[in-house]
């Protein structure tokens, strides 16, 4: 088991050099590569609000379902805002507006 930890590579992130159709392919190879494309893609306000239209009548099992389904989300969206921030330079970040999800980046 400590052969398996020795060889974990963390993944290089591509850094934003001003080529953006170069940086964005491989950004979205590797966003794809760890299965959080679908935050950038639909965002996770899109999941909140399908989860505030839920019915009240629903059982305790399926709001609990719904609720871990979103956290999840969550931390995605988290996790590809981390790829973010590591791939674009302060001064760069600074400009931009919206950064609150990993979409609006």
């Known amino acids: 088991m400590a052969s398996d930890s020795r060889n974990f ?3 290089c992130v591509p850094k934003f050099d001003s080529d953006y159709d170069h940086w964005s392919l491989i950004m979205e190879n590797l966003l794809r590569s760890k ?16 989860k505030a239209t839920c019915k009240d009548s629903q059982n ?12 999840e989300e969550i931390l995605k969206d988290l996790k590809a805002k981390n790829y973010l ?3 674009i330079d302060k001064s760069i970040l600074k ?11």
Do not use: C, M
Not at 60 to 71: H, L, R, W
Not at 95 to 105: D, N, P, S, V
């Open 60 to 71: 305790e099992a399926t709001k609990k379902a719904q609720q871990k389904a979103f956290d």
């Open 9 to 11: 590579r963390t993944p």
């Open 35 to 50: 299965d959080y494309w679908s935050v950038i893609e639909s965002g996770v306000e899109e999941a909140k609000e399908n």
């Open 95 to 105: 400009t931009i507006t919206h950064k609150e999800t990993a979409k609006q980046l």
């Open 85 to 87: 921030f590591q791939s």
